[in-house]
């Protein structure tokens, strides 16, 4: 399935790195979402972009920095992150927020491991 | 309370054995519910939609309990391919709530 892919699948980065995640998503959603998983917890929500536009930033420290260009593309950018920030980032689309029966789609992830 | 808490097993079945467990939310506005499935070091994928009291899909089976605020998902004749981890998931204020999952492992 190539509906969202995300790159790069593994990461390793020291703390004083800067990296970027890459999210690509070819169903024709108008809206990304980033969501981050730790081992054992809900996924947690970071940020929403409807139409290019950020919706939602859930209180996600500023070493985490979205960039979305255009509705089929959405970064993350990553600078100065701590041990703590090691797990797997997942990139997800979907057609319409404000619908209830808006479905999202996941991308197959980046696992992150912050050394 | 968290939004959305599930029991996360696991949930240990011989094959062809039924297994259902629950997902229990806090808002009582919420509007619609997912079932997602995770494979280990996979991405969630959607099981199934739940926008009014039930849907079926072949072997599984999801109920929606307003009046509890719990929503249940049943598997029958359970397959080795079933073994994985099931996320609920809520949808409140055109946001998702996830459940923590609950593991199931179907052995031959």
């Known amino acids: 399935e190539t509906g969202v892919t995300q790159t790069p699948r593994h990461l390793v980065m020291g703390m004083t790195n800067k990296k970027s995640l890459k999210c690509e998503q070819h169903?024709?959603?108008?809206?990304m979402y980033w969501y981050k998983q730790s081992a054992k917890k809900p996924l947690e929500l970071m940020f929403v972009?409807?139409?290019?536009?950020?919706?939602e930033n859930n209180s996600v420290p500023s070493r985490f920095s979205p960039e979305c260009p255009n509705s089929s593309h959405l970064f993350l950018h990553l600078h100065t992150l701590q041990p703590e920030d090691s797990a797997l980032y997942l990139c997800?689309?979907?057609?319409?927020?404000?619908?209830?029966?808006?479905?999202?789609?996941f991308g197959p992830g980046t696992r992150l491991t912050v050394l | 309370r968290k939004e959305v808490e599930q029991d996360p097993g696991p949930f240990n079945v011989p094959e062809g054995a039924t297994v259902a467990f629950n997902c229990t939310y806090s808002?009582?506005?919420?509007?619609?519910f997912f079932w997602y499935r995770q494979d280990c070091r996979k991405e969630p994928k959607l099981l199934m939609s739940?926008?009014?009291s039930g849907n079926e899909d072949g072997r599984f089976t999801a109920q929606l309990n307003r009046a509890s605020q719990y929503i249940s998902l049943l598997i029958r004749d359970s397959k080795l391919s079933d073994s994985a981890t099931y996320l609920c998931?809520?949808?409140?204020?055109?946001?998702?709530?996830f459940g923590a999952g609950t593991t199931v492992t179907v052995r031959a």
């Open positions: 997800a689309s979907s057609q319409a927020p404000s619908l209830k029966t808006d479905t999202q789609y």
């Open positions: 169903l024709g959603h108008n809206a």
């Open positions: 972009y409807n139409f290019k536009e950020q919706t």
């Open positions: 808002n009582s506005a919420s509007q619609s």
């Open positions: 739940v926008y009014s």
């Open positions: 998931v809520v949808n409140n204020d055109y946001k998702l709530s």
